[in-house]
């Protein structure tokens, strides 16, 4: 192993060394990676928010030609921008939460349209929180004293505004058009056109209060430009969910006229916005103010976005001039937002939350603005400059807006929100948040917001803005507030942080009616699987070329600055990876140099820089490196000169194809040995006789070469071997009682030539149930022959494959029976570490030599699974675990068949080594999963299998303030199973975020719960079960905590608050405690415990979701169900999907539950009989025996339609997982039943009292 | 010359504890190889694991001698250290050899950053106390000498 991991990557060092050259600001502003950068991470979470594109595109139509047009021009001209919004962010974390509380504030006004903001919302949450992130720098240099909580960054706000907004200027001051551009490019970079769009009364007035005053000499009406900038934002944020998703083009017109009616304010705006300023002075707590002053002399600038916010001062809404229809008719919006607020607050969770959310989403328009504005101010600039100069532009962009711009949009426009309202939630509503009902009734209020919505509907970000716009909107009224908070729910990080200062324990409490509160919502589950969030680098190209959430995943789609500000987010930092996956598509490449930094090693991938065409810039240590001659020729079109073309630079997952120095001797050949127990119990289960079947039939299917080689030994209290030589007509056994000290009777022919002696084989294996079918021999040496497999494989290296059915009692490494049944079900389970190092230290003896030793387990007793597993997990070998196997059980042997099969025919790789390499800064912690850790980043893994996935948690162990994105690599080199030496290389790239809400709002919440869970195994072998119990709630807890804090929400608040992106999590957790890895109360024998923590440990992600959280589906009426269509083009039913209740069964239903290795089907009493008849093919209810495991193929639609479902489900595991059909009143029903895990069982809680659990702790 | 018991206590302390000055840089020395990726960890545990008991056992020896001299400040000054290290023998991982070091899990960066921290820990110690030994064997000479005269 060592040595091909030294001939793979020799020096893992020089990485450090060249982490010296930290230039990546200018090297990366020259490189296209910095342009994928230049998107702020704020801008991009709106992607990630898990807003189903779908939803968003409405908005992006239209917007999205103008943003790429923009994220281009933001990435040639402004890497700085980015850079500059980041550190505003971090520095003032106030404004940020000011901001937030006046997106929220926002979001209320905004919120009415309840039907759009669902989804919108979510999208815009996203947005908003990116925007936030951005806004929020810059609102914090605004708003800083403002900012009632994070007012330290916020104080220095001035001076930060000062330099955002000199940036800005500078941008926008060359001329309006590049303002303009500049604007619309910062949109871009949120992602929220609607950034642009003013944030609306409700920061405006927030701001307008606080800095209104303090700023008002610059400009007439701080506030105003703050609410303007904000509502611009919000606007278009809530604009572009509208419209994205939501607005219908009259819902937009509608809306526009209100935006117009506010923008016509907003552009004269300014000064509107200080008329209007008065009531946000009301609202004063809003530390937006401040960031709106600041924010407003930009805005001023950009005048007419100003009267965006104007708008924001719903009380001046009319005013506004319509001209500067990028300013949306803020005026309304103070009695818009009002409405919207009261609106809210009277629709409950359900309701309001929806309408608030669209606040939210308006709001976060807003808070972006403001955040924008404030951080950037050239950000919100140059949107007033689109708005002014280029109304146009806006009009183009949000046409939809612009329209409404046009028209005098007046207050009264406000009253008629109801379609505007609509439209702003379609734009607020692509946020994934969706909480319809209430938003509509806030629409008036809305209107503007979502006029401005609509403008910026197109800009993508919304989020932030709406964090703003929360933010705004709680100064504003609580009723607005309502509505923000239910928008919140969706950004609630963002506006939480921005309006964490500023939000008062009022503004807290209404925020408490977020939709997303987990007690309020009983049906959490998606009716669908749930996506893994996009990981968004701000280019569709680089998108694109990322590694997919198949592969390699990360536990956030946002990698955080600072190891504080993970520390804050209380989420596991850490990658799944599964990197020898079957793939569909896996390009291949053969040249004579493999190209890669010189200094760390890593290979060239996607997100690299050229600086020229003969150079590249190495994105993991910064080095620049030489591009080969070869590299400038593209093998796809046969041409010279771009080296961009190559497949290298076009996908993160590709393979290589080794030259002779990856070796350090010549690639293995396939090398098989089979360790066959044969002692009384083995030869008792039958497994002998299936076993020595299934070889028969694969023999020519497993993977090899024409130097294949394999093996037999059977053992029990002495060793077997079989000698195959040559000219023998049968297999010639030789046995060994000496097992204390073993050694090999012959040197040669017990490992064969597969191809040369496959008829001895087949004898053998002929033979082997006869020979051994009357042992009563009741011990079983496992360690003797394992020590002798060692040395028979030694050389070569290769699999071991044990097939173990009885306690190994005898010779080296003999364990006892340590398991009391009487403690099964005890809360403290002991032995859970194995008894002995004996089985540890020959699996890393094994290593060395490239030996894995798989493990297949047919037990009917303890075999104490917790020490022989190590000569699994240390050898990087699996093990499978077959319990109570008995032949005479067809349930069983059809698993243990099919998972035979498997094993034997699937792709292995040998001698393989995994190296894992990150971005300067961060670092490998802790890998999870069964291999040999050679070094801090380096894998030993003597065989790699499809089925194995690994995890390791990363630690940040350097400021990442000055990269905008880390990328890990992970490169396997192994010899595939035809002698050829390969490397796969996965590269996942992330972009980095500055704030809390960014954070959270990027978290993936189930990779999240797969590292938990490894995490939690490792925590119960260390410590004990009840310590890993203890820290997977304490793990709920505190990410419900910390969003709450991000929420800044005071301690009076009621219900349990989630994001989106995490509100399965505490599901999830609730079922993992119900998991055989960690239950207590249930009986549980200790080797399924072991082996089910084993799996967490090892298993990819999906399975072991599905091990955890099973996927439920009735199939009683497949027939009117939605139909897709699979590869085969044929129509798969596709139920959806239940929780895990019993609330979701019925008697007249069949249900699956789908535990990824196995497929239950639980038939109800009363089911229907041609469902009996013909999906399952048997007569009647009564005849649904114990055994049937298996549906007949019948000729009519409903069968066919069943086992293209079931087809369907197996299609996405490595093998068709065992099927069991269980009658309602059969006594197998409780193997169903247990698998319902939101109920309460025996002594565990149910969800929902789990819940409870949580709210008395979150603090 | 006069010769005590304290004082000869404090002699072969200062002796010992040279020796485990030489331990300690030795485990710092180790566990910066194995971070840096030069030495396989099975290498490293190997060799690192047969020199845990014994400078735990020098450790308790000179202690013992300052228990029977009654130097009790000195003993006082060493007991956290020997509780520290029959606590860390005594929840050692399950091996077979003698040691408490782990190949397969050494690597782990918690570990690697603990017993690097404990061989630095421990390092400072034993210089300050060989400096203390020394101070302590003067005095004890010292205190002989006012006796006699």
Redesign the interface.
């Known amino acids: 192993m060592?040595e091909p991991n030294g001939v793979a990557m020799p020096q893992?060092?020089p990485q450090y060394q060249f982490n010296g050259i930290s230039s990546n600001n200018t090297s990366r502003g020259s490189s296209p990676l910095p342009q994928a950068s230049h998107i702020p991470s704020s801008q991009l979470p709106p992607l990630k928010s898990g807003i189903p594109p779908s939803q968003l595109p409405p908005t992006r139509s239209s917007v999205s030609g103008l943003v790429r047009n923009v994220s281009q021009l933001s990435v040639s001209s402004q890497n700085t921008p980015n850079v500059s919004p980041s550190k505003f962010s971090t520095s003032t974390p106030n404004e940020e939460k000011l901001r937030m509380s006046e997106l929220s504030d926002n979001a209320s006004s905004l919120v009415p349209n309840p039907d759009v903001v669902p989804v919108r919302q979510y999208v815009s949450s996203d947005a908003l929180n990116k925007n936030i992130a951005l806004p929020k720098a810059s609102n914090i240099n605004s708003l800083p004293s403002n900012t009632i909580s994070d007012t330290p960054r916020a104080v220095p706000s001035s001076q930060l505004n000062m330099s955002t907004p000199s940036r800005y200027f500078n941008e926008n001051g060359s001329n309006f058009t590049n303002v303009i551009n500049g604007s619309l490019q910062s949109n871009f970079r949120t992602e929220t056109p609607q950034n642009f769009i003013p944030m609306q009364n409700s920061q405006v007035e927030k701001k307008s209060g606080e800095h209104g005053q303090n700023h008002s000499g610059k400009q007439t009406n701080p506030t105003l430009n703050y609410p303007q900038q904000i509502s611009t934002f919000s606007q278009s944020n809530t604009n572009t969910n509208s419209f994205s998703r939501n607005t219908p083009p009259t819902a937009n017109s509608q809306l526009v006229s209100t935006n117009q009616l506010q923008s016509c304010s907003v552009a004269q705006s300014n000064i509107i916005s200080n008329s209007q300023n008065p009531s946000p002075y009301t609202f004063s707590g809003v530390s937006t103010l401040n960031q709106t002053n600041q924010t407003h002399p930009s805005q001023f600038n950009l005048s007419q976005s100003s009267t965006l916010s104007s708008q924001n001062t719903n009380s001046k809404p009319p005013v506004q001039v319509p001209q500067n229809t990028i300013s949306k008719p803020s005026k309304p919006r103070y009695p818009q937002t009002l409405p919207s607020n009261l609106m809210q607050p009277q629709i409950p969770g359900g309701g309001i939350p929806p309408s608030s959310q669209y606040n939210a989403s308006l709001h976060n328009p807003n808070l972006l603005s403001q955040s924008q504005a404030e951080s950037s101010q050239s950000y919100l600039n140059p949107q007033v400059s689109f708005n002014n100069n280029s109304m146009p532009p806006n009009q183009s962009f949000y046409k939809p807006q612009v329209g409404l711009n046009g028209p005098a949009s007046l207050p009264s426009s406000l009253p008629t929100k109801p379609g505007i309202s609509a439209n702003r939630y379609p734009a607020q509503a692509q946020v994934p948040l969706q909480n319809p009902p209430g938003q509509y009734p806030q629409q008036q209020q809305y209107p503007q917001q979502q006029q401005q919505q609509l403008h910026y509907p197109q800009q993508q970000h919304m989020q932030y803005p709406q964090q703003q716009q929360k933010a705004q909107y709680p100064q504003q009224q609580q009723q607005l507030q309502y509505p923000q908070q239910q928008k919140q729910m969706q950004y609630p990080q963002q506006q939480h942080s921005q309006t964490g200062p500023v939000v008062q324990s009022g503004f807290n409490r209404l925020w408490g009616t977020d939709s997303h509160d987990l007690l309020q919502l009983p049906n959490i589950l998606p009716t669908t699987k749930v996506q893994p969030p996009q990981i968004n680098l701000g280019q569709d190209a680089l998108n694109k070329a990322n590694c997919s959430p198949e592969v390699f995943r990360c536990t956030m789609t946002k990698i955080p600055e600072t190891a504080a500000l993970l520390q804050k987010a209380r989420l596991p930092l850490g990658m799944l990876i599964h990197p020898f996956k079957d793939l569909n598509y896996l390009p291949v490449i053969q040249c004579n140099v493999i190209v890669r930094c010189r200094a760390c090693r890593t290979y060239i991938n996607p997100f690299v820089s050229f600086v020229d065409s003969k150079r590249w810039k190495c994105n993991l240590c910064y080095r620049i490196n030489e591009l080969p001659e070869e590299f400038q020729y593209d093998p796809v079109s046969k041409t010279y000169g771009d080296p961009s073309r190559r497949p290298e630079i076009r996908s993160s997952t590709i393979e290589y194809i080794a030259p002779a120095e990856y070796m350090l001797r010549p690639p293995q050949p396939a090398v098989y040995l089979f360790l066959i127990d044969v002692s009384r119990l083995a030869i008792e289960s039958g497994y002998l006789e299936i076993l020595c079947n299934i070889l028969l039939e694969e023999l020519k299917n497993i993977p090899g070469d024409a130097r294949t080689q394999i093996g037999f030994l059977a053992y029990d209290s002495a060793l077997h071997f079989f000698s195959l030589a040559e000219g023998l007509n049968q297999p010639h056994e030789m046995t060994v009682l000496d097992i204390e000290d073993v050694f090999l009777p012959t040197p040669d022919n017990l490992l064969v030539n597969l191809k040369d002696r496959l008829e001895l084989v087949e004898d053998l294996l002929k033979l082997l149930p006869v020979r051994f079918g009357n042992t009563f021999d009741g011990s079983s040496a496992l360690g003797a022959a394992l020590q002798v497999a060692h040395k028979m494989m030694g050389p070569t290296g290769g699999r071991v494959t044990v097939f173990q059915a009885a306690l190994p009692n005898i010779g080296p490494g003999a364990v006892t029976s340590r398991e009391d049944p009487n403690q099964r079900s005890s809360a403290e389970v002991a032995h859970l570490?194995?008894?002995?190092?004996?089985y540890?230290?020959l699996a890393?003896d094994c290593s060395?030599q490239q030996v894995a030793v798989d493990l297949f387990i047919v037990n009917s007793q303890y075999v104490d699974i917790a020490t022989i597993s190590g000569i699994s997990r240390?050898s990087g070998g699996c093990i499978n675990h077959f319990p109570l196997f008995k032949s005479s059980r067809p349930l069983l042997v059809d698993g243990f068949q099919k998972c035979l099969r498997r094993y034997l025919t699937r792709k292995i790789g040998f001698e393989a080594v995994m190296r894992v390499r990150c971005t300067r800064g961060l670092?490998?912690?802790?890998f999870h999963g069964n291999f040999?850790?050679?070094?801090?980043d380096?894998l030993s893994l003597p065989n790699v299998s499809p089925d194995a996935a690994f995890g390791m948690q990363v630690?940040i162990e350097e400021n990442l303030s000055d990269c905008q994105t880390v990328c890990f690599q992970a490169a396997l080199l192994y010899t595939s199973s035809k002698g050829e030496r390969r490397i796969r290389v996965h590269t996942l790239c992330i972009p980095v975020a500055s704030t809390l809400n960014d954070i959270i709002h990027s978290a993936d919440q189930q990779c999240v719960v797969g590292l938990l869970a490894k995490m939690a195994v490792d925590r119960s072998m260390q410590s004990s079960l009840s310590d890993a119990r203890e820290a997977l709630i304490n793990a709920a807890i505190d990410c419900l905590s910390a969003y709450k804090f991000s929420l800044n929400m005071g301690s009076g608040s009621s219900g349990l608050l989630v994001p989106e992106c995490l509100k399965l999590l505490s599901l999830y957790i609730s079922a993992i405690l119900k998991h055989a890895a960690f239950r207590i109360g249930s009986s549980t024998r200790l080797d399924d415990r072991v082996k089910a923590m084993i799996d967490l440990k090892t298993k990819p992600l999906p399975l072991l979701l599905q091990s955890i959280y099973p996927d439920m589906y009735p199939i009683h009426n497949l027939e009117n169900q939605e139909v897709i269509i699979n590869e085969e083009e044929e129509p798969v039913p596709l139920p959806p999907r239940l929780q895990l209740t019993a609330r979701c069964l019925e008697n007249k239903g069949a249900f699956l539950l789908d535990c990824g290795d196995q497929i239950l089907i639980l038939v109800g009493p009363n089911v229907s009989k041609e469902f009996l008849n013909e999906a399952l093919g048997v007569p009647d209810y009564a005849s649904i025996t114990d055994s049937f495991c298996e549906i007949p193929l019948l000729d009519n639609p409903s069968n066919a339609r069943l086992h293209n479902f079931i087809n369907y489900l197996n299609d996405e595991k490595s093998y068709p997982a065992p099927l069991h059909v269980i009658r309602d009143n059969s006594p197998n029903r409780i193997v169903f039943l247990e698998k319902l895990v939101e109920d309460r069982l025996e002594n565990s809680l149910s969800y929902h009292e789990f819940l409870q659990h949580l709210k008395t702790q979150v603090k | 010359m006069a010769f005590n018991f304290s004082a000869f206590s404090y002699i072969i302390a200062l002796i010992v504890d040279a020796f485990l000055i030489f331990f300690s840089l030795f485990h710092v020395i180790a566990f910066d190889e194995l971070k840096t990726d030069y030495k396989n960890p099975v290498e490293q545990c190997n060799s690192l694991n047969p020199l845990v008991l014994p400078e735990y056992i020098l450790h308790i020896v000179f202690n013992v001698l300052f228990a029977a001299s009654g130097e009790w400040l000195s003993l006082f000054f060493n007991l956290p250290l020997i509780a520290y290290h029959i606590n860390r023998y005594r929840t050692r991982p399950v091996m077979s050899g003698y040691g408490i070091y782990d190949p397969t899990s050494i690597m782990n960066a918690d570990q690697l950053t603990r017993c690097q921290r404990e061989g630095w820990i421990k390092l400072a110690f034993y210089l300050l106390s060989f400096f203390y030994y020394l101070y302590g064997y003067v005095i004890a000479l010292e205190r002989e000498h006012l006796e006699q005269t």
């Open positions: 060592s893992t060092t570490n194995p008894a002995n190092d004996f540890k230290k890393l060395a240390f670092s490998i912690h802790t040999f850790v050679r070094s801090t380096l630690s």
